[in-house]
């Protein structure tokens, strides 16, 4: 396949496993992600939803390279990439980003805002130092804060505006992919529509490729081209969003249809 027309990213037979949790440990390995190729293409939003547990987290870790996977390749734009190793999958990681489900959670409480969105501004892309001022109050303005919450620790930001700085840290590394695990599950509903208006207005403005994995119907279904159904590690039902939510082949993805609606009405 010549390299314009592959996938931006793809997971080739992913697979990974991982011990059972609890007391005694051991036991039968669990296969949180079972043999599963999935690609996005250039410039579309892939969502990928599924019941809690169905291993949508590990894929998007795998796909990223925040996880190693036991089995399979990720290739980038057509070129394979070795996950299994560390050098491989920091390729990756500087090439998508990603961006966490609890925003909370996701920043160093002791460090400034502007010091972690200016992070990978001299890890990964080496800036002089009075680039990277300008370019964090740059950055912080794209998604809708104020050049001066650089100076802010993340205790004074609430969440709506946290998950806005961790876009704006993935946005920072420059990537043309970005992988976004359940950004607006712990947001309130009109915060939500905030942050996905934001994604929507940042994917036109940067043509970005966007990974995003929800078990929210309606939040997919607002944002995304393509969807992606996964059930216990495995892909069992793929197309483009519009097609398998009207009309889904699935009992069990008609299951999470009525579980939205149930939840909306
Ligand atoms: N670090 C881990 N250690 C052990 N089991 C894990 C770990 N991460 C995920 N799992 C298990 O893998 C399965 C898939 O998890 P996950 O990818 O987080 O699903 P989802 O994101 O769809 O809720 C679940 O059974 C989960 O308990
Ligand atoms: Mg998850």
């Known amino acids: 396949?010549?390299?314009?027309?592959?996938?931006?990213?793809?997971?080739?037979?992913?697979?990974?496993?991982?011990?059972?949790?609890?007391?005694?440990?051991?036991?039968?390995?669990?296969?949180?992600?079972?043999?599963?190729?999935?690609?996005?293409?250039?410039?579309?939003?892939?969502?990928?939803?599924?019941?809690?547990?169905?291993?949508?987290?590990?894929?998007?870790?795998?796909?990223?390279?925040?996880?190693?996977?036991?089995?399979?390749?990720?290739?980038?734009?057509g070129a394979e990439i070795d996950v299994r190793s560390h050098k491989g999958r920091k390729v990756l990681r500087h090439r998508v980003q990603f961006v966490f489900q609890d925003p909370a959670g996701a920043f160093n409480p002791r460090r400034t805002i502007g010091e972690a969105i200016e992070a990978p501004?001299?890890?990964?892309?080496?800036?002089?130092?009075?680039?990277?001022?300008?370019?964090?109050?740059e950055l912080l303005e794209q998604v809708g804060l104020r050049p001066d919450h650089a100076a802010r620790f993340p205790h004074a930001f609430s969440g709506g505006q946290l998950q806005r700085v961790g876009i704006a840290r993935a946005l920072a590394a420059e990537p043309g992919i970005v992988a976004l695990d359940e950004p607006v599950s712990a947001l309130d509903v009109s915060v939500q529509a905030q942050i996905l208006a934001l994604l929507r207005k940042l994917r036109e403005e940067r043509g970005l490729t966007m990974i995003f994995v929800s078990h929210d119907l309606a939040v997919v279904e607002a944002l995304c081209d393509r969807v992606a159904v996964m059930r216990r590690g495995r892909i069992i039902e793929e197309g483009p969003c519009r097609e398998v939510l009207s009309k889904p082949c699935e009992g069990y993805t008609r299951a999470l249809l009525d579980a939205a609606r149930g939840v909306a009405a």
């Open 121 to 137: 501004l001299i890890g990964l892309l080496g800036r002089p130092r009075a680039e990277r001022r300008e370019r964090v109050a």
């Open 1 to 77: 396949m010549a390299a314009s027309d592959a996938p931006a990213l793809e997971a080739r037979g992913l697979t990974k496993r991982f011990g059972r949790r609890g007391l005694f440990g051991g036991g039968a390995p669990v296969t949180a992600v079972d043999r599963v190729t999935l690609g996005v293409s250039r410039g579309e939003t892939l969502g990928i939803v599924g019941e809690s547990g169905s291993g949508k987290s590990t894929i998007a870790r795998m796909m990223v390279g925040l996880l190693a996977p036991d089995e399979g390749e990720v290739a980038l734009a």
